[in-house]
Structure formats: structure tokens, C-alpha cells
């Protein structure tokens, strides 16, 4: 007798899963597979919200680890610069132990990220900063960390205009892309009211490294000019991380942020995955993350 063949068999199975649900009580089902417009949003913590206590000393990643799992964060973005050695990166033992204790909280490490400066006029120094990037780029891959986070620079060299330096960024940027892509990690970069200010200056970055293995990290507090919630519209089809941040800066005027204005956004964006908080300013970190924590987990319903 004839066998199916597996394209055959493939769209046999296709056929019949609608009736394989048929009887299912849907009040059994996650109120993700419930909702069919769901973007499968999940909830991280940039660790920079407790960045005072992880420089000196009073916190460290296994403490941080322990907050974020307890209170029921679905992942953490680790920068770089609290791992111990940084900018070196730490030995493989020190990485899998991270990684395993994420695993065993039932968290994901949604990113990781360096301080670099492709806006420094200094070639070598520029060529110091791509090799960070993909010394970080690898530790990234050993944690599991599908996504490093970079900057473009806060300079502005005297002698030189911003599409000359533009120039030289964007051959930095692609080395690193291009690193990236050879070990299973995406390249963001930063708008971070720096070199990057608004959404066109993102996206004149975005469209000259035209590649999947890049994207924005959309930075909600780094839109300082006009209508923040208007550059995050125009922005957020490019991202593959965020920063989502208490306030925003609404025509140059720190206000709280809309939250529910801004899930809205995200949804209707093609974005899924993990949306990191970071706290800023005054106050106890762990009050200030748990309120807003549950301020997110509220407006994503």
C-alpha cells in the first residue's frame, strides 16, 4: 500500500485540529490561549532598577534572582556591568550558575547589555568598544540572553558632522550585527536621548543596518521632545526589547506614564515578548519595582 506522504500527513493533522478542540471547557485554558488577539506579553525587570545596591555590594545577581522570582516576574535583564569582572566577562561556572538559578526560579534571561560609545571620534577606542560588544555578544549565548543591548554614544567631537559620525557608527554597528548573527543573539540599539533622540534619528539607524539580527531597544523615558507616546507609534514595530519606565517626558515635562496608552501601543504593534521595567530616582528599589510591577501586570489584563 501506498504510504502518505509527511506533506500529505502534515496537512491531514492541519484538518482535523479544529474539531480536536470542540468540547474543551475554555474556562480551562490560560487566559493567554483564551484571547486570541494576545501578543504573549511577558513581564521582565531591567536590573538596573537596583543598580546603587548591585555596585556596591548589598545586592548581588543570586539576591536579585531571588526578589524577581518571588515576586513573579517572568524573566531579567541582567546588564553586563553587574556580573563581577565587568568589563571582562566572568568564567563559564559563574555564567551557567546565573543561568541555572534563573532556571530554577522559572525565569528566562529576556537580555543583557554593555556601555559602549560608537560616537567617539578615536578609532581604536571605537575598535576597544566593538570588542566588548562581542565578548558580551558570546556571554549573551552562554546565558541564554537572546538579545544584547548597545548605545550609540553621547559625544559630539568638535570638527566632525553627524553624518560623518553617523558614518563610522553604522560600520561598528554592522561588525557587531554581523558577531551577533554568528552566535544566535540580536544587536539593540538604545534610543537613550544621547546621539539618538528622536524616532526618525532611530529609525535613519535602523534602515542603514537593515537586518533581522538588529532592532531597537525602545527606551519609553528617552523620547524627550514633543509626544512621546507619537515616537514610541512610530518606533515600536522596530523593537526587540524596551524599557518601560514610571514616567515619560510629554514636551520636555517629566509626567507619570500612561500605562494603559502605552499597552495599547505595543499591541497594536507586530512586538512580542518581554517587556523589562526599570525604575529610576528616589526611594527603595524593591517598593518602587513591586509597585510598578503590579501597575503592568494590571494594564496588560
Known amino acids: 500500500m501506498k504510504s502518505i506522504s509527511p506533506r500529505r ?5 492541519l484538518a482535523i485540529l ?13 487566559p493567554r490561549t483564551q484571547n486570541t488577539d494576545s501578543h504573549r506579553l511577558k513581564i521582565s ?31 531579567v535583564d541582567i546588564t553586563a556591568y553587574y556580573f563581577p569582572g565587568y568589563p571582562e566577562v566572568p568564567a563559564d561556572e559563574y555564567l551557567y550558575h546565573i ?12 537580555g543583557t547589555g554593555v556601555r559602549n560609545d560608537f560616537t567617539e571620534p578615536d578609532e581604536g577606542k ?26 550609540a554614544g553621547n559625544q559630539n567631537p568638535e570638527g566632525y558632522s553627524r553624518d560623518q559620525i553617523l558614518q563610522w557608527m553604522i560600520q561598528d554597528i554592522r561588525a557587531c550585527v554581523d558577531y551577533g548573527k554568528n552566535h544566535g543573539v540580536v544587536v539593540a540599539i538604545q534610543n537613550h536621548n544621547d546621539f539618538i533622540l528622536t524616532a526618525d534619528h532611530a529609525l ?16 519609553i523615558g528617552s523620547y524627550r521632545k514633543g509626544d512621546p507616546y507619537e515616537e514610541i507609534a512610530r518606533t515600536a514595530n522596530h523593537a526587540v526589547n524596551w524599557q518601560i519606565k ?10 507619570p506614564t500612561d500605562l494603559d496608552k502605552l499597552i495599547a501601543i505595543i499591541k497594536a504593534s ?32
Open 126 to 151: 571605537r575598535k576597544e568598544s566593538v570588542a566588548l560588544v562581542k565578548r558580551w555578544i558570546e556571554a549573551a549565548e552562554k546565558i541564554g540572553a537572546p538579545v544584547i543591548r548597545i548605545f
Open 9 to 13: 500527513d502534515f496537512f491531514k493533522k
Open 99 to 110: 543561568k541555572r538559578k534563573a532556571f530554577s526560579l522559572g525565569m528566562e534571561i529576556s
Open 45 to 75: 525587570l531591567n536590573a538596573f532598577s537596583f543598580n546603587d545596591p548591585l555596585l556596591n555590594g548589598s545586592m548581588d545577581l543570586d539576591v536579585l534572582l531571588d526578589f524577581c522570582g518571588a515576586l513573579g516576574f517572568d524573566a
Open 204 to 219: 535613519e539607524i535602523i534602515q542603514k543596518i537593515d537586518s533581522e539580527w538588529f532592532g531597537l531597544m525602545l527606551d
Open 18 to 30: 479544529p474539531f480536536m478542540t470542540q468540547g474543551i471547557d475554555k474556562t480551562l485554558l490560560s
Open 246 to 255: 514610571e514616567k515619560v517626558f510629554l514636551k520636555g515635562a517629566e509626567v
Open 270 to 301: 507586530d512586538y512580542k515578548g518581554y517587556l523589562p521595567i526599570e525604575t529610576l530616582g528616589a526611594g527603595d528599589p524593591k517598593e518602587k519595582v513591586t509597585a510598578l510591577y503590579h501597575k503592568l501586570v494590571k494594564a496588560l489584563g
